[in-house]
T-cell receptor, first 114, second 111 residues
Framework: DGGITQSPKYLFRKEGQNVTLSCEQN?????MYWYRQDPGQGLRLIYY???????QKGDIAEGYSVSREKKESFPLTVTSAQKNPTAFYLC?????????????FGQGTRLTVV | SQQGEEDPQALSIQEGENATMNCSYK?????LQWYRQNSGRGLVHLIL?????REKHSGRLRVTLDTSKKSSSLLITASRAADTASYFC???????????FGKGTLLTVNP
């Protein structure tokens, strides 16, 4: 089945630790996105990537890092510099430039700092 | 900063009634999209309207777009309890891939 998979579904992190959230898609999409969602809030864009080996900061990139070494994968690292990392993280993908299409979302990773 | 802003923030209606949600945005767009999110889940795409379109229908959904006012509306007709969810608008920038979302409208449809 084609789709976008986030793992793990739940993640607990101790303060001061880095943690990496996985996002994999087999839809052959060029563009991938990471969003953060806080309770009762909308989605805020962290990073996005238009193509392999390229990515841009979104609106709240501080304390986060990404890589895009493969078309299928766009992992997000939440670093110790992110002061309030507890949130619901959503990954999305969509076809490349010129394609007027929707985004497809994973089911999210809920990160909790303990 | 978030591109889209939905209103109202919350809407509670009875089954069978229509629900209207509005979205305003700030910069030029390629297209505008509406998504639905059930609690604690990922988003599901509902409908996309291009910047050169004014109205679009899909089943019980009707979307309008007014680029002169930088606004869009989503109408759900004959609502059902299963329509209870959060609804978000999203805009895709004209020259890049940046897809930004508003804060959403929480719709509650009471049986």
């Amino acid at each position: 089945d084609g789709g976008i998979t986030q793992s793990p579904k739940y993640l607990f992190r101790k303060e001061g630790q880095n943690v990496t959230l996985s996002c994999e898609q087999n839809l052959n999409h060029d563009a991938m996105y990471w969003y953060r969602q806080d309770p009762g809030q909308g989605l805020r864009l962290i990073y996005y990537s238009q193509i392999v080996n390229d990515f841009q900061k979104g609106d709240i990139a501080e304390g986060y890092s990404v890589s895009r070494e493969k078309k299928e994968s766009f992992p997000l690292t939440v670093t110790s510099a992110q002061k309030n990392p507890t949130a619901f993280y959503l990954c999305a993908s969509r076809p490349g430039q010129g394609a007027i299409t929707e985004a497809f979302f994973g089911q999210g990773t809920r990160l909790t700092v303990v | 900063s978030q591109q889209g802003e939905e209103d109202p923030q919350a809407l509670s209606i009875q089954e069978g009634e229509n629900a209207t949600m509005n979205c305003s945005y700030k910069t030029s767009i390629n297209n505008l999209q509406w998504y639905r999110q059930n609690s604690g889940r990922g988003l599901v795409h509902l409908i996309l309207i291009r910047s050169n379109e004014r109205e679009k229908h899909s089943g019980r959904l009707r979307v309008t777009l007014d680029t002169s006012k930088k606004s869009s509306s989503l109408l759900i007709t004959a609502s059902r309890a299963a329509d209870t969810a959060s609804y978000f608008c999203a805009t895709l920038g004209g020259s890049n891939y940046k897809l930004t979302f508003g804060k959403g409208t929480l719709l509650t449809v009471n049986p």
